[in-house]
C-alpha cells in the first residue's frame, strides 16, 4: 500500500503532465448555436479526453464545428445533431471564406475515436437534405465529416440522417477503422439525393466494415493516393457503386495501390463495381480486387472506363492511346452474383439526354464494360461471375480485344457473356 508520500508524489505527477482522463459535456441553450461554447471550450481537451453530445439532447450544430489537432479524444454523439434547417443560412457559411471546408472538420491528431449511440432514436446527424434535393439545391453544399490526417482513428456507430451531401472522407489519415456506421440519404419525394457519397477514401491502411449506406452517389470512393484498404461485410442501397476514383482528372497523376472490397450486397444501385479514370490523366491503379458481391437490380454490376468525362464539354475522347490515361494492373472481380437491371428505366441522377451514364451500343444486358485504352490495362479478371437479367434475356458484355491482351475470363467482344480460362 503506498504511503502518504507516494500517493502525493502521483498526485503531483499527474498535475505537472495534466495526465487525467477529462469528459466534457457538450452544453446545449434552446434555440441557439451550441457551436461556440464547445469552440471554447476546445482547447482544454485536445488531449486525453471525452467530449459527449448528452443523450436527451437535440444539439443546434448551426456553424461548423472545426477541431483541434486531438490526441487521445473520443468525441461521443449520444444525442442528436442538426444543421439549420434553412438552405440559405447554410449557404452563407459554407460560402464564407471562414468555411473550414467540412460541418465537421477535423484537421489532425492521433488516436481519435468519433463514435455515435447504439440507441436507434438517439446519436442522429440531422442534415435537413430533404429541402436541398426538393429544390435541386447545388450551391454551397456543406460536406459532412472531414476525418482528415488522423493517424488511429476510429469512426463507428455513426448515424447520418439526409445529409446535404457528401458524408465521410478519411483523406491523408493512416490506421482507421470505420465500422457499424449507417447512413440513410434516401429521398421521401422524386427528387434526388445527389453527391451523397459514402465514404471517401484516401489515405492509408484503413478497414471499413459493418457499414449500412443507403444514398445517391458512391458507396465508397477511393482516392488517389490511397493504398491499402479494405471494405467489407456492408450493405449499400441506391447510390453508384463501389468506385474506384474518378482518377487522373486535369491531367493529374494517380497513385492507387492494395485495394480489397468484399463481401458487399449492392441493391438498386447505378453500378456495382466500379472504376474510372479521365482520359489525359497519367499514373497507375494497382493491385484492386472485388470479391462476393451480390446484386439486386444493378444496370451495371461491372464496370471500368479508362475514358470518364465530362458531357458538358462536348464529345466523348476516342480512345486511341494517343493521349495519356491512368494505367490499371492486376484488377480481379471474383465471385459477383445477380441480376441485372435490364428494363429500360432512368435513373434518378439523370438530368440529361443521353444520361451521364449512357454508354453507346450497350444493350442494358451486360454485366461487365471494359471501356480500357490500349496498352495500358493489364491482368484485368473476371471470374466466378454468375448473372440473370430481369427479363430473362441472355447477359451480354462489352469489351474491344484490342485494348487488351490477355484473358479478361470472358470473351472479349461486344456480344453474350461466354466464360473463358480465366473466368472459371
Ligand atoms: C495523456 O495520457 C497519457 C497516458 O495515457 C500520458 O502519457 C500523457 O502524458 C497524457 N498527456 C497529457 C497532455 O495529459
Ligand atoms: C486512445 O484513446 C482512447 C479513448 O478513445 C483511450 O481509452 C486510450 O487509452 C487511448 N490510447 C492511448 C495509447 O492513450
Ligand atoms: C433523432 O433524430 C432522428 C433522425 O432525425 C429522429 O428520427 C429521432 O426521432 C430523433 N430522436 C429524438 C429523440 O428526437
Ligand atoms: C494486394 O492487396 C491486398 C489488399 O490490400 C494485399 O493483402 C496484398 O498483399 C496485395 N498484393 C500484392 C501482390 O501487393
Ligand atoms: C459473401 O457475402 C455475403 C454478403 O453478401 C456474406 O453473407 C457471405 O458470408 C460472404 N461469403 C463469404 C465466403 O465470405
Ligand atoms: C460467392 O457468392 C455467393 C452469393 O453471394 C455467396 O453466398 C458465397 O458465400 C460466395 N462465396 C465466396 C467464396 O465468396
Ligand atoms: C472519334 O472517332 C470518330 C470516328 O473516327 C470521329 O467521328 C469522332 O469525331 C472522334 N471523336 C473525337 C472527340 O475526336
Ligand atoms: C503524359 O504524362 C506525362 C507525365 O505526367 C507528361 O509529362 C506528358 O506531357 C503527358 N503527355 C500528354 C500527351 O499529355
Ligand atoms: C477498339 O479499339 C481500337 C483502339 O485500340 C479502336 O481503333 C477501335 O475503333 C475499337 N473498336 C470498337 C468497336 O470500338
Known amino acids: ?39 471554447t471550450a476546445l482547447p482544454s481537451y485536445v488531449t486525453n479526453a471525452t467530449i459527449r453530445f448528452a443523450e436527451g439532447t437535440t444539439y443546434n450544430i448551426y456553424t461548423p464545428i472545426k477541431f483541434p489537432s486531438l490526441t487521445n479524444v ?13 438552405i440559405s443560412t447554410v449557404q452563407a ?9 467540412a460541418w465537421f472538420a477535423f ?11 447504439s440507441n436507434p432514436k438517439w446519436g442522429w446527424v440531422n442534415g435537413y437534405g430533404q429541402a436541398w434535393w426538393d429544390a435541386q439545391q447545388q450551391t454551397n453544399r456543406p460536406h459532412g465529416f472531414a476525418f482528415s490526417k488522423i493517424a488511429n482513428g476510429v469512426i463507428r456507430d455513426m448515424k447520418i440522417w439526409k445529409p446535404v451531401a457528401w458524408n465521410f472522407a478519411t483523406s491523408g489519415s493512416t490506421n482507421l477503422h470505420a465500422y457499424n456506421n449507417q447512413i440513410v440519404a434516401v429521398s421521401d419525394t422524386k427528387a434526388f439525393p445527389f453527391n451523397t457519397d459514402g465514404f471517401s477514401a484516401g489515405g492509408a491502411n484503413m478497414l471499413f466494415e459493418d457499414n449500412h449506406i443507403q444514398n445517391g452517389d458512391d458507396c465508397l470512393t477511393v482516392g488517389s493516393g490511397a493504398k491499402n484498404i479494405h471494405f467489407r461485410n456492408s450493405h449499400c442501397e441506391g447510390g453508384h457503386g463501389l468506385s474506384i476514383g474518378s482518377l487522373g482528372k486535369g ?28 482520359t489525359g490523366g497519367n499514373g497507375l491503379a494497382r493491385n484492386v480486387t472485388w470479391k462476393n458481391i451480390s446484386f439486386d437490380s444493378v444496370p451495371f454490376p461491372i464496370y471500368i472506363t479508362q475514358n470518364y468525362w465530362d458531357q458538358g464539354v ?27 437491371q435490364d428494363v429500360p428505366y432512368v435513373e434518378g441522377s439523370c438530368v ?26 493489364i491482368n484485368v479478371v473476371a471470374k466466378s461471375i454468375s448473372a440473370k437479367t430481369e427479363t430473362g434475356g441472355a447477359v451480354t458484355v462489352m469489351c474491344n480485344s484490342t485494348t487488351i491482351t490477355t484473358d479478361v475470363g470472358f470473351k472479349c467482344w461486344d456480344g453474350p457473356f461466354q466464360v473463358t480460362k480465366a473466368g472459371f
Open 107 to 117: 484537421t489532425g491528431g492521433n488516436n481519435v475515436t468519433l463514435r455515435g449511440s
Open 314 to 340: 462536348g464529345p466523348r475522347p476516342n480512345n486511341t492511346g494517343s493521349t495519356n490515361n491512368t494505367h490499371i494492373q492486376d484488377f480481379l472481380f471474383q465471385n459477383f452474383s445477380g441480376i441485372i
Open 251 to 278: 491531367g493529374s497523376v494517380a497513385d492507387v495501390q492494395d485495394i480489397l472490397i468484399e463481401n458487399v450486397v449492392m441493391k438498386n444501385s447505378l453500378y456495382g463495381a466500379r472504376f474510372k479514370s479521365w
Open 1 to 39: 500500500m503506498p504511503n502518504f508520500a507516494s500517493k502525493l508524489s502521483i498526485l503531483a505527477a499527474l498535475l505537472t503532465t495534466g495526465g487525467a482522463w477529462k469528459t466534457y459535456i457538450v452544453p446545449h441553450i434552446q434555440g441557439q448555436d451550441d457551436t461556440p461554447a464547445l469552440l
Open 74 to 86: 473520443e468525441i461521443v454523439i449520444e444525442g442528436n445533431l442538426t444543421y439549420p434547417s434553412s
Open 93 to 101: 457559411v459554407v460560402g464564407s471564406s471562414s468555411f473550414p471546408g
Open 352 to 377: 440529361s439526354d443521353p444520361c451521364w451514364y449512357y454508354v453507346p451500343g450497350a444493350t442494358g444486358k451486360e454485366v461487365a464494360i471494359f471501356d480500357l485504352y490500349p496498352g495500358t490495362a
